[in-house]
């Protein structure tokens, strides 16, 4: 139980870990490319100021508020989606939101692993699997919308 507790707060902390790259690579402006990375990093900087509980419920071990908060999370990042229309930044920020969109579906998967099963163990794995496509694809996603907004 505690491996997947801590696999789930690891991947949980690596999605976030990136949004940090979004609010530093986007500036201010109009609703041109400028204006939708204003408005990611506006929102991304919302999401940022959650950390702590996020933090608090995972060392805590309070698995409903992480899965809680995670949810929340995700659904800040597909508010903050349907604000940018800037076409190239909007399909940046769709990988980026779609991405995290998976490790969220993911982390339910985790937390929803019978340990008394003894398959679990070949699940893990596959879900592990999923994790890493996930998180690359959010380290791509990330790239690009760095690259457009910088």
Known sequence: MATIRRSRVLIAFGALALIPA????????????????????????????????????????????????????????????????NEEVSAAFGKFADSYADVSGILEELGSIDLTDPAAADKATEISEKATTAQTGLTDSMTELTDLCS
């Open 22 to 85: 979004a609010l530093t690579a986007c500036g201010a402006g109009g609703q041109s490319t400028a204006d939708a990375c204003g408005i990611i990093e506006d929102g991304m900087s919302e999401i940022q100021s959650n950390l702590s509980e996020l933090t608090s419920a995972a060392t805590s071990g309070d698995e409903e508020a992480l899965t809680t908060l995670i949810s929340q999370t995700s659904d800040d990042i597909s508010a903050i989606k349907e604000d940018v229309t």
